[in-house]
C-alpha cells in the first residue's frame, strides 16, 4: 500500500506530494487511526495505530507494516504484549501479559508460543522450559501451586517419558520414572510421607500394576497363633492380591504397620473395635517392661514420623516398617500384652486356686491366661499416612492361643 492508495484524511508533513516526516492519518474506516512517521508515503519509523475498540499498537513500522520492537494491547481481553513483531504478527522473543494476571515470556511464532519461554500464572504455578503452538512441548519445569515440582519430558501440554515429582519445600522425591498422558505410568519409583516408598516397579495411569494390596501372616499357613513364654517374631507380608497370584509385592516398603491385641467383651462401649467374629473387643495396653532393639528403633522411627494419630497408637500396639513387602513383630511372648481377666473368669480362676492351695502365684498365671485364650485376638492393619494411592491395607484378625507346656517341668 503506497500514499496514493490511502483514500483517508492526512494532516502532517509531505515530500513531493507524498507523506514524509510526521502525521496523522484517519483512515476512511473511522476504526482505525494512524499517528507517527512517514517515508515516501508509507509508515516507517516509529508510530502508533489506534482502534476503535480501545486497542492499539505502538512502536516500529517497516514499508507500511508492522515489524520490529513495539506494544500491542487488546481492549476485549486486556492483554498486553510488548517484544518483537513480524508483518503484524507476534515474532520472536517477547512479554505477553495476560488479563487474568498471567504472564509469558519467550519465543513466539506467529502469535503463538513457541521455543523456550516461561508462563507465570496469577496464582504462582511457574512453566520454564520449550513450547509448541501454546504448548508445554519438549523439557520443562513446572513448579505447583502445592509446591511439587515437576522436571523432566512434555508432549502438547501434558507430562509425557521420563520425568521427575519433588517437593518444593524439601526436595524429597514424590515419584521418578516414566509418564503417560500426565499421569505416572511405566517403570518408577514412588514415594509419599516421611516412610512410604514403592521402588522401581510398574505404574499404569499412577496406580501399581499389583493392584489392590492385603496383608497376609506367615504367609496364610496360621489361622490361630499359638503364643508361649519364648518370644515369637509374627511375620506379615504385603500381597498382590490381583488375579489371584498371592506374590508378595517387593516394591512396597516403608508401610507403618500395627499390631494390637484385644480381649472379647460382652459390654462393649463406644470405645470397643467390633471385629468379623460378630463381637467387640477392648484394647489391651502394651506392657510397659523393657523393650527389646527391635522395639526401640520402631519407637525412633515413630517419632521420626510425627503424626499425633502415630504417637498415641504405641501406648496400646506395636509398629513395624515394611522394607520389600514385608514387616516383623519381632519378640512376641505371654506377657507382650498384660491380659486382664473379666469376672466370669475371675471367679473360674479363684475356684481353681481353693482346689489347689499349694499352687504358685506362676501357675494360677498360667491357668488364667489359658482359662481365656479364646477371648484374646491380635489385630493387625495398616496405619501409614498418607495413605499409598488412596488404599489402605485390608485389616488382619488373628484370634490367639496361649501355651505354657514349654514351661513346664
Known sequence: MNGSELKGAFRGETRRSLRSGFGVYQYSNPFF???????????????????GDGSYYQGEFVDNEITGQGTRYFATSRNTYTGHFYYGEMDGHGRLRLGNGDCYEGNFKSNTFEGEGSYLSYD???????WHKNRRHGQGEQTYTDGTRYSGDWIADKRHGFGKLTNGQDESLIYEGSWRNDLMHGEGTYSIGETYTYRNAMLINSYPTGWPFRLCINKDKASTLLLTENPITITIDIIDSSENNNNRVKADCGRLIRLCCGQRTDHPTSDSLPTPFGFHVNLIARSTKATSSTDQSISELNEQSGGDEVKESIEDSMLAASDEGRAQFVGINTDTFPIHLPNSSSSVSNSQSSTQPSASKSSRHKAEKSATSSSIIFIIDDVTYPIPFDKALDTVYIPVQFSNTNNTQ
Open 124 to 130: 504462582k504455578q511457574l512453566y520454564t522450559g520449550t
Open 33 to 51: 487511526r494512524y499517528e507517527g512517521t512517514w517515508h515516501e508515503g508509507k509508515k516507517q519509523g516509529f508510530g502508533k495505530l489506534l482502534f
